[in-house]
């Protein structure tokens, strides 16, 4: 899954709302931040590096859609950082040094809340 394929899908099942940049949602909820492989608590390494970029968009959309379970009827999306894909580069040696593998990894990481339309 390309990460434009996903957005569209995600904002179509739960349509965005834009907000000020302030520490918390309009919801009144912290905004949280959910990589691949589900949510990251703030100062925690990412739970999931993945091998090509379209599994790691998969498994961003997987937890999206997770941590969207149980927030009832018609639930807004509120961005605070859209989604991005995030790139390691990783060098492995073996024991004695003699042979090196160079691979990437990726990660999808977004600030997001899922919750009740806020009415003003």
Same mark, same amino acid.
């Given at each position: 899954?390309? #990460?434009?394929?996903?957005? !569209?899908?995600?904002?179509?099942?739960?349509? $965005? +709302?834009?907000? $000020? *940049? =302030?520490? #918390? &949602? $309009?919801?009144? +909820?912290?905004?949280?931040?959910?990589?691949?492989?589900?949510? @990251?608590?703030?100062?925690?390494?990412?739970?999931? *590096?993945? &091998?090509?970029?379209?599994? &790691?968009?998969?498994?961003?959309?997987?937890?999206?859609?997770?941590?969207? =379970?149980?927030?009832?009827?018609?639930?807004? *999306?509120?961005?605070? =950082? !859209?989604?991005?894909?995030?790139?390691?580069?990783? %060098?492995?040696?073996? =024991? !004695?040094? %003699?042979?090196? *593998?160079?691979?990437? !990894?990726? %990660?999808?990481?977004?600030?997001?809340?899922?919750?009740?339309?806020? @009415?003003?």
């Amino acid at each position: 899954m390309q #990460l434009n394929d996903a957005l !569209r899908q995600l904002e179509a099942k739960f349509p $965005p +709302e834009t907000c $000020p *940049l =302030e520490p #918390l &949602a $309009p919801t009144g +909820e912290p905004f949280i931040t959910i990589a691949s492989g589900g949510e @990251k608590p703030d100062g925690e390494i990412y739970p999931v *590096l993945c &091998a090509t970029r379209e599994v &790691a968009v998969q498994t961003w959309y997987d937890a999206v859609l997770r941590h969207a =379970e149980g927030k009832g009827k018609r639930p807004i *999306l509120y961005w605070r =950082e !859209r989604p991005e894909i995030i790139v390691y580069h990783i %060098t492995m040696a073996d =024991e !004695r040094g %003699t042979h090196r *593998l160079t691979a990437n !990894r990726y %990660t999808v990481r977004s600030r997001l809340v899922i919750g009740k339309k806020v @009415k003003v």
